[in-house]
């Protein structure tokens, strides 16, 4: 062990668990250096953060030109241009016609929690309506909306109550579109009153659950569902948003528009920023106070906020993840034939995973996803894994990646996966 780890061990909590020992000493683009002078392939971005790379020089312009102004007054105290600027496109750009608003918060989880503080205020109702294997946060209202219980809900209960989960609509797992619909016609019969459910929340892809894609027809429903019954549809797009799907929300593949949307991570290109936005009637219920957060909407972290969304546009960063994502999966999918270990291969844009089950049958091989990633960290290249099962690696480096590195690293991936065999 390096010293480094045995003073890691010593001074933080084993509870902030870590994937790798690499300590960062500097990083570019889709690449990280450790203290020992040691490169990296970057494919976590920190964990979907990056999309725009790390240290894309027009964030780290804006963010430097903000540091010469103002770091921090509070929105609150003394409102600032640019955050008005930055709501003013994020009301454009998230999905859905008609006047919408946003409020700026600082992570993800606790734009879930305001969008949940928003729904139950202007519905005047308590329940949620959340999915099994989905991820919302660690706060207390994310993690009980988060339907995974190791590690992330084990001996921190209660939960808060009046939260409802349904099946994931996941044919791979035996879930179909009709089985999860059926499921919310049996909550509404035997559990909960339609007319007390203020929301339901979805992510379009469930990231730490699996990177499984919820089926159009079944977004739809949920979307007639919702209007039947006045319930708001909240999409939580903290993982799957700015381009990261090859849209700059995945909603976009579906043609919904949720009441809510939740974003942070991409947002701002590795400086911490999230929001809620929505329709504006529904956002303006709750009263002065009510909302907001002393660092919420940071002013350099707003200004990078502004660069991310100039280079997603200027550098066509939708139509790049689509691209990527292409080759990486065509990639995995000529290694079929010798690794039938690989039981799916997905994702929209390049939001991508691949699944592995023991040789010939159902159940699910996390052994195997693991040493994946640990003979790819052995080659220097960072992978994450996911899913219910820790079956799945997971893909997510930056969309701005070189394709002469984006090339080496699917020679090392593939290198990888059959050194793990
Ligand atoms: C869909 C989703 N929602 C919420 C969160 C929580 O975000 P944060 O870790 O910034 O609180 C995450 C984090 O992974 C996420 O993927």
């Not at 010593?10 to 790798?20: F, K, L, P």
């Not at 609150?76 to 994020?90: D, F």
């Not at 049996?186 to 919820?214: C, H, M, N, S, T």
Request: hydrophobic letters at 40%; charged letters at 20%.
């Amino acid at each position: 062990m390096s010293s480094l780890t045995d003073r890691k061990n010593a001074a933080i909590s084993r509870g902030v668990g870590m994937t790798t020992q690499i300590y960062a000493e500097r990083a570019e683009n889709a690449e990280i250096w450790d203290k020992d002078g040691n490169r990296y392939i970057d494919f976590a971005a920190g964990i979907a953060v990056v999309n725009t790379g790390h240290r894309h020089p027009r964030v780290i312009e804006a963010v430097k030109a903000q540091l010469d102004r103002f770091t921090h007054t509070c929105h609150q105290v003394v409102p600032y241009e640019n955050y008005v600027a930055l709501a003013e496109r994020l009301n454009d750009a998230v999905p859905g016609d008609g006047p919408k608003k946003t409020a700026f918060y600082t992570t993800g989880a606790e734009a879930v929690e305001n969008a949940i503080k928003i729904a139950r205020h202007y519905t005047g109702r308590a329940g949620i309506v959340a999915f099994a294997g989905g991820f919302h946060g660690r706060t207390f209202m994310g993690m009980s909306l988060t339907g995974k219980v190791q590690p992330y809900k084990a001996g921190f209960g209660p939960m808060m109550n009046d939260v409802w989960h349904l099946p994931f609509p996941n044919p791979l797992h035996g879930v179909s579109p009709e089985d999860a619909l059926a499921a919310l016609d049996r909550l509404f019969k035997a559990d909960i009153d339609p007319a007390r459910v203020a929301a339901i929340i979805i992510e379009p892809v469930q990231g730490e659950g699996g990177f499984y894609e919820v089926p159009t027809a079944f977004v739809k429903r949920l979307r007639e569902i919702c209007d039947q019954y006045s319930i708001l549809l909240i999409a939580d797009e903290v993982q799957t948003g700015f381009a990261r799907t090859g849209k700059l929300f995945a909603m976009e593949h579906h043609g919904v528009a949720a009441d809510l949307t939740t974003m942070a991570k991409g947002l701002g290109g590795g400086l911490p920023i999230s929001a809620v936005t929505g329709r504006a009637e529904v956002m303006d219920s709750p009263a002065p106070g009510g909302l907001g957060g002393t660092y919420a909407g940071n002013p350099l972290a707003v200004a990078a906020a502004h660069a991310v969304l100039d280079v997603i546009a200027d550098e066509g960063l939708c139509d790049r993840a689509t691209r990527l994502g292409q080759r990486l999966k065509q990639r995995l999918a000529s290694l079929r034939d010798d690794v039938p270990e690989i039981v799916d291969i997905r994702g929209p844009g390049f939001m991508n995973a691949v699944e592995f089950n023991m040789p010939g049958s159902d159940s699910p091989n996390p052994e195997l996803a693991n040493r994946v990633r640990e003979q790819a960290l052995s080659r220097n290249l960072i992978l994450l894994t996911c899913g219910v099962y820790g079956n799945v690696i997971r893909f997510l480096a930056p969309l701005t990646i070189p394709d002469a590195v984006f090339d080496e690293a699917l020679d090392i991936l593939e290198e990888s996966i059959r050194a793990a065999r």
